[in-house]
């Protein structure tokens, strides 16, 4: 009888993507079957931390308080190379003038809501659903919003405005990408089935990058708002050789923003990343 492994991933495009053979049946292990779960960021890190699911996605900064209980598995990783989760208003307005105010974030322990800390520790977070926060930009109810997933692409044509890029924010600081979110794994599988399902990820990411088009037809379903030229680009930002593996660059990268959130008093002890190999 197969063993019945859970995989948690956010609905959004590039997750959908990395995923499409794994899901779709164009990969697999006889010995394994998939569950696959989708669920928003936030929810996936609340989990996380209860240890939920064997395989899940979840936060860079949510990882600094699961490091006991999972592992980083060493693909999947979704970094933004001089681009990332941006402030957005319903003005033009320049960084300076939000400083102090009323920021919706997508939750506490995303990376984003970390990184907006490191970039200035003055602003009030209040926690929206990341799918509600345009909206509540549009509506007033907050002074500004940090946009992830495919917000970043789609902003502009409802007439919002970019105030800071924390990704390119961050690059221009440390030279490094930012990471975002990562895939971990449950330590207490054991190792042997811990690189079965290693591979098959990888695999599934592989294949979805050799068959762009057909992966790309499937991740469609989940990209709101967007249209195919759009969602190619989205994909590119996030489904990349860094997602591949994160080779060294990624990996001092991941060190650099939680130590450099220890540092600043955000996360409470220092992790030491722990990458699945």
């Keep these: 009888m197969a063993r019945r492994i859970t ?3 956010s609905p959004d495009a590039d997750d959908a993507f990395m995923f499409y053979a794994l899901a779709q049946g164009k990969i697999g292990d006889p010995g394994l079957e998939f569950l696959h779960v989708l669920e928003d960021i936030q929810t ?4 996380a931390r209860r240890g939920v699911y064997e395989v899940t996605a979840v936060s860079f900064h949510a990882y600094a308080y699961l490091a006991d209980r999972y592992a980083l598995l060493p693909h999947g990783a979704s970094m933004g190379d001089g681009y990332g989760p941006m402030i957005v208003a319903r003005r033009p307005v320049r960084p300076e003038e939000v400083r102090g105010k009323r920021v919706a974030v997508p939750g506490v322990l995303t990376t984003a809501a970390l990184a907006l800390r490191l970039w200035d520790a003055s602003l009030e977070h209040v926690v929206i659903p990341f799918d509600r926060i345009m909206d509540a930009v549009m509506a007033g109810e907050v002074d500004a919003g940090l946009i992830i997933h495919e917000g970043q692409v789609t902003y502009a044509s409802v007439g ?3 105030v800071v890029d924390l990704g390119e924010w961050w690059t221009g600081e440390t030279g490094l990408p930012l990471p975002l979110g990562g895939n971990v794994i449950r330590k207490d599988l054991g190792p042997d089935l811990l690189r079965r399902i290693s591979r098959l990820l990888r695999d599934s990411i592989q294949y979805a990058l050799a068959h762009r088009q057909e992966a790309l037809d499937y991740a469609m379903q989940f990209g709101r708002d967007m249209d195919r030229p759009l969602a190619d680009r989205f994909v590119g930002m996030y489904v990349n050789d860094l997602t591949l593996d994160y080779g060294e660059r990624g990996r ?3 060190r650099r923003l939680l130590a450099l959130g220890h540092e600043r008093g955000i996360i409470p ?3 030491e990343p722990e ?3």
Excluded: G, I, P, Y
Excluded at 44 to 47: A, E, S, T
């Design 160 to 162: 919002l405005h970019k």
């Design 252 to 254: 001092a990268a991941v």
């Design 275 to 277: 990458f699945a190999e």
């Design 269 to 271: 002890q220092l992790v």
């Design 44 to 47: 996936l890190n609340d989990r």
């Design 7 to 9: 995989v948690a991933h």
